[in-house]
């Protein structure tokens, strides 16, 4: 019998509950400060050689920030992860194809909506973050191949593993629907600005429902590469040929027309803009429409871990590695 049962046996003492989500806090902020203090070693040692790599600058910040969160921080974190010790099981249903094109629907519109709310937020509170605008230029202007590996590739891969595997399992115990939700919580606050914040949150409980439910977190990793492909390289290669364009100011329909036609790369660019938009938009309103449609099917089952609602957030958030945790987040969404 371990503690958690030892405890409930008897009576709610949560000191087990807060030492185990302490210990999964301390994690994430692990990963977070080891990433950030590789990276400034990093540049500093690169300052130091002397090489003047200014005119490269965006690629080899890029270049170290991958090498830095992925190939150094990320190993130590999943070492750190595998000494705290999983806390129930997840499911292993078997769906079929026609339920993961639903998902996948589903998916586009949280992203669609959750990307305009964060917008419309973002613009009411005039709350501008310098990470997130760094991060959009460099997907828009910097080397496309280092954007696949890092946005498609690396970012899927070691996300998923962080706040569905390694955390889910540790956490399924207290229930479906908690897990869910503090998985979306915490993947949304990881990205530290408010305009990533909600669409993050939207597909982090998506994600964190998928792999409860079947188990298997490559589905996951297929799923969060798919979106990133999208918002991550498809339409920044379709925007590039139309900077020119873009920059032109406010041009009449006769002016536009007549620049297009003498640039047909800029005119292909804009219709496969407008094609790609308007097959987001038309996924987004199917995925919204099979929300409605197939929300009674959703089901939540409860944890081996009973716990009230009060009591779980005070065991997940009262404690040190949380805590701490939650604070960095808190500085970074303010930086």
């Known amino acids: ?31 977070n400060l080891l990433a950030t203090g590789f990276l400034m070693t ?15 600058a965006m690629e080899v910040n890029r270049v170290l920030s991958f090498a830095c969160m992925y190939l150094l921080a990320f190993p130590i974190t999943v070492w750190y992860f595998r000494m705290i010790p999983k806390f129930g099981s997840v499911r292993n ?5 026609s339920a993961w094109v639903v998902v996948f629907l589903i998916g586009t519109a949280l992203a669609y909506l959750g990307n305009i709310v964060g917008n419309l937020v973002t613009e009411f509170f005039n709350v501008h973050s310098g990470n997130y605008q760094g991060l959009m230029d460099m997907i828009q202007d910097g080397n496309m191949f280092l954007t696949f590996l890092t946005v498609v590739i690396g970012a899927p891969i070691v996300e998923e593993l962080l706040f569905r595997k390694f955390l889910i399992d540790r956490v399924i115990g207290y229930g479906e629907k908690f897990s869910v939700l503090l998985s979306g919580i915490l993947f949304g606050l990881m990205h530290g600005n ?11 409980c998506l994600f964190a429902y998928i792999y409860c439910k079947t188990g298997e977190i490559r589905n996951t990793i297929f799923f969060h590469m798919l979106i990133n492909l999208g918002g991550g ?7 590039r040929p139309l900077g020119d364009f873009l920059a032109g100011g406010h041009l009449s329909i006769m002016e536009s027309v007549s620049r297009l036609t003498e640039n047909p790369l800029q005119l292909l660019s804009l219709l496969l803009l407008e094609g790609y938009a308007i097959v987001q938009l038309l996924a987004a309103l199917a995925g919204l429409i099979l929300f409605f449609v197939f929300k009674k099917y959703i089901r939540f089952y409860p944890g081996i871990r009973r716990l009230s609602s009060e009591q779980l957030i005070s065991a997940a958030v009262v404690n040190g590695g949380m805590a701490a945790f939650l604070i960095l987040c808190l500085v970074t969404f303010l930086s």
């Open 1 to 31: 019998m371990n503690e958690f049962q030892q405890s409930a046996q008897f009576r709610v003492d949560l000191r087990p509950d807060r030492r185990h989500f302490s210990r999964i806090g301390a994690g994430f902020l692990i990963y």
């Open 233 to 239: 390289v498809i339409v920044p290669l379709l925007m």
């Open 194 to 204: 408010l305009n990533q914040f909600f669409y993050a949150f939207a597909l982090g």
């Open 93 to 97: 249903e078997k769906w079929e194809f």
């Open 42 to 56: 990093a540049l500093t040692l690169v300052r130091m050689s002397g090489w003047n790599y200014l005119p490269y």
